[in-house]
Structure formats: structure tokens, C-alpha cells
């Protein structure tokens, strides 16, 4: 999507590892505009799949997920991140390995929110790993319901998760795909 | 506001020590409807005090915050809790005390996002003991902009936050003001 490259190349800060900083429109300091431009477009990309209910998991997904639902008129449910490992029995639960703090956690969802006849998108700011939306595909298949698909906002095309999803078939619509990063450009 | 209050009646669970869960269409699984028209509620609340940016605090007040910001059509931004205590230099800080988890946390916010032509409208889902808003408000003065109002979703009326904030002469539009709970009823 033209709207995010655009921001991307404008404001974006590439730090030191291949890291790029979109604080100051995606995920600090939020553009209203872009978030409802990404949210129109992942309409547009899966208007014809019967989305019931949309997924995202705290923090940063939440936004552009609770902007998005406003277009698809369904309810959007987030993943919350569990501290202890004693998960209620009124939850489904992942457990998640982030490589962005070198540590695991679980993810949790009550019961009552995701169930056999919803037909899901998934929502995130990012994709690097993939291990996030693993969790939350996990949910869903322990509560019987059906993946339609991943709507990213970024992705960083050199790291392995995209590949990882779309090789286990899941449709992954990325709206600004990052191929490189040198230590001052960015290549879509 | 109606929408909202018959929600709560409709769904809200009451859970001992006076806890309200209201997961099913405020912060866990969320109601789009009902998050646009919070949005423009808190539009036409504050449309006439040059609100210029919107901020709150993750998780539960992203949503909000995100959808409201369409009305104002200004950015929004969101503090971000920080599990350790050295504090980059720049980052605005403050200590927050969460009664819910029984523990301090630092919030904070890049200081290229808040700055002294600011004019300040905070948001969040629920308003108990103030003390989120209290560390928001914190991080307002450190940059030297200004605090306009908070608009809240949910107002627990029984507890010391709401006094605590007006008494400090900030004006708080709360879009439930819950008055008491017992063992089977709400009470506005």
C-alpha cells in the first residue's frame, strides 16, 4: 500500500540489526488516516471470505485491529499476554516465544469469544517471526473455529515468518512488505 | 450514554469485591458500534477545546483512543508500560502504582510525541483509582503541554479516582458512572 511505503520511507529510522522504527505513525504515536486506510484495504482484500469476528494480540495490534473491524461491522477479539503459567480453565491458551524480549509467554482467550462457527482474520502490526500469529492460530484451532487469513501491516520479508504461514497455507496479505534494510535504506 | 449503560445491564458480570467484567464488548472481546459511538461522544464532548492529540495508556485504552482520534483527526499516542527502571533519556516517565496487580510499573512516552503546543485529550476504558491518569497527567507536565480533559469509558463512582482527578480541577467525562454494585445489581 502506497500510503504506508510512503510513511515508511518518510519517517521510518532504521536502527542498528535491521530494525526499523515506525513509532511515529504505527505503533507509539499512532496516524488516525493510515489506520483507516489499512483498515479499508484489509476490507477490500477479504470483504468475500465471511470474516465474522477479527484477532489481534495486545498491545499494538489493537488498534489497527479495532479500526478495522469498523469496516468488516464485526466484533474484534484480543489475545491478552499471561504473566503466570496457571492458565483458568475458562481460557484457551499458546504459549508464545518472542524474539524480540528473548523470553516465552502464554496468550490467552476466553472460551466464550472464539467458538466453531467464527471464521477469523487475524490482525498485527507486525510480521518478523511469525510466532505471535502461531499463537493465535493455535487458539483457533483448539476452539474449532476457522483462519481465513493474517492481515499485516509490515513485513519483514527477510525474516522467516511469513514463509513459515504461507507454507502452512494460511493466506497472508502484508500491506508494505520490507525486503532489506542497509544501514540507510529500506527496500520494498 | 444509553448505548453504553444497557450494554453493561445486558452483559455486565458481577464478580465478588464490586469487579464488573464487561470483557464481552469493552475490553477483551470489543463491540465496534459501540467503540464509534464513545468516539463521537467524546467528540462532540471536547470538539470545542483544540484538542491537537489523544493519548492513553496500554492495553485496554488503544481501541478507544484509536477509533476517537478519527473524530478529532489528530494522532494519538500511547504510553507504554515498562518492566525495567532505567528510564532511556528520551523517554518522559512516571511511576504508576496498579491496584488490580498489586505492584508499581513505569509508564512511558518518546519525547518527540508530547511536546509543549500539545493540547491534550487522555482516554481509557476505566476510571477506579485514577492512578493511570494520574501518571498520564505526569508525563503531560514533564513536557510542558496541556491536559484538556480525560474522557473515560467506565466510571466506578464508589471508587476515589473520579474525585481525585476533578479535585484537581481536571475535567472528566465519564460515559458510565457506575454507582454501586451489590451481589445482583448495577447501579448509574
Redesign the interface.
Given at each position: 500500500m502506497k500510503y504506508l511505503e510512503d510513511l515508511i520511507k518518510e519517517q521510518g529510522e532504521i536502527w542498528p540489526g535491521g530494525i526499523v522504527k515506525v513509532?511515529?505513525f504505527l505503533n507509539?504515536?499512532?496516524?488516525?488516516?493510515l489506520?483507516?486506510e489499512m483498515g479499508k484495504e484489509f476490507y477490500r482484500l477479504f470483504k468475500d471470505d465471511g470474516i465474522n469476528k477479527i484477532m489481534t494480540v495486545?498491545?499494538s495490534g489493537?488498534?489497527?485491529?479495532?479500526?478495522a473491524?469498523?469496516y468488516?461491522?464485526?466484533?474484534?477479539?484480543?489475545a491478552?499476554k499471561y504473566k503466570t503459567s496457571n492458565i483458568d480453565s475458562d481460557l484457551y491458551s499458546a504459549k508464545v516465544h518472542s524474539f524480540t524480549h528473548g523470553n516465552d509467554y502464554n496468550m490467552v482467550?476466553?472460551r466464550?469469544?472464539v467458538n466453531k462457527s467464527d471464521r477469523i482474520l487475524l490482525i498485527d502490526d507486525f510480521l518478523a517471526n511469525g510466532q505471535a500469529l502461531l499463537g493465535l492460530k493455535s487458539i483457533i484451532e483448539q476452539a474449532g473455529a476457522t483462519l481465513c487469513g493474517c492481515g499485516i501491516a509490515i513485513e519483514k520479508g527477510f525474516q522467516p515468518g511469513g514463509k513459515l504461514l504461507r507454507d502452512q497455507g494460511i493466506r497472508v496479505e502484508s500491506l508494505a512488505i520490507i525486503k532489506s534494510v542497509t544501514d540507510d535504506t529500506i527496500e520494498f
Open positions: 513509532d511515529s507509539h504515536q499512532i496516524d488516525w488516516k489506520y483507516q495486545e498491545a489493537i488498534g489497527i485491529a479495532c479500526v473491524a469498523q468488516f461491522k464485526v466484533p474484534m477479539v484480543f491478552k482467550v476466553s466464550k469469544y
